[in-house]
């Protein structure tokens, strides 16, 4: 899940757009309710609050930074 969300990062240093629920759903092949409801849990586990879209943004620096996923696991 992590991986699909930051794939779009091997761009630069910080994410200005992760994948959209709707890419990870089809990425993962499994449907947009079950992505939403992972996020949710990760936005908890990463202690991400707030609403909105930044709030993908922010769980995604926030993973990138913490070693949960590494540059190599998004190639």
């Known amino acids: 899940m992590l991986v699909q969300l930051c794939r779009p990062l091997l761009d630069g240093a910080l994410f200005t757009e992760p994948a959209s629920s709707r890419e990870i759903a089809a990425a993962l092949v499994v449907t947009e309710a079950a992505v939403k409801q992972h996020l949710l849990r990760l936005y908890e ?13 922010r769980l995604a620096n926030a993973a990138m930074a913490r070693n949960a996923i590494t540059r190599n696991e998004l190639r």
């Open 45 to 57: 586990k990463f202690g991400i609050v707030g609403e909105g879209e930044r709030r993908r943004v």
